[in-house]
């Protein structure tokens, strides 16, 4: 055997790239499986950021939602505690004026309004009236007056002789006192409470 001679691939040789080439492709499975698994992680990783993103951008909306409601309820409050104030001033204003008008003879048309209004709302043909009591003297007249003319003809009109705690107007009953009809400024205004909370909404809604 000659030393010099080229020496062909052994045993030895094949097992060797065996190796290698098996090492080789092991590490590429394994560079491809950390590949893989990088780019899972990436998608995970970005799917979850998503998911916190809407999660906070839902609570966010909910929250600003939230706020908005409060604001708009605190708004519509702030708004009804200004008509029931307002409201408050003008019957407190009206009342006023009303309980210092002169009993005069334009007073007195004013009162006999308020008995055919308080007729008409009862409709029966005996009425019992009882007169606020700044209007107990002028009521006698009024219903001695009313007693003659036409729009009250079958109806029976009996002054009481007592009167109610008012600044103004009457109380009107039914003879057997089961209906009545309180036709005192005070009832007056109380009905038209609404419309004149409605007036002063607008009025407000015109300021802001």
Do not use: Q
Request: charged share 35%; net charge negative; proline share 2%.
């Amino acid at each position: 055997m000659s030393s010099g001679a080229e020496r062909g691939p052994t045993v030895v040789d094949d097992v060797v790239n065996l190796e290698i080439k098996r090492v080789e492709e092991l590490v590429s499975s394994a560079e491809s499986e950390a590949l893989e698994r990088v780019r899972r992680f990436k998608e995970m990783t970005l799917k979850e950021l998503e998911g916190i993103e809407r999660e906070y951008a839902a609570k966010a909306e909910g929250a600003r939602s939230r706020l908005l409601g409060m604001a708009e309820i605190r708004a519509r409050g702030e708004l009804l505690r200004l008509i029931d104030e307002k409201s408050e001033e003008a019957m407190r204003e009206a009342m006023s004026r009303i309980a210092a008008m002169p009993r005069d003879s334009n007073y007195e048309r004013i009162f006999l309004a308020l008995l055919e209004e308080a007729s008409a709302a009862l409709g029966s043909s005996e009425i019992v009236i009882k007169p606020a009591s700044p209007d107990a003297a002028l009521a006698k007249r009024v219903v001695s007056r009313a007693s003659r003319l036409k729009r009250f003809r079958g109806i029976s009109l009996k002054l009481s002789d007592e009167s109610v705690e008012s600044i103004g107007g009457l109380v009107a009953l039914s003879a057997d006192g089961k209906v009545s009809f309180d036709n005192t400024f005070e009832a007056r205004l109380a009905r038209y409470r609404e419309t004149i909370k409605s007036a002063i909404a607008e009025e407000l809604k015109g300021e802001s």
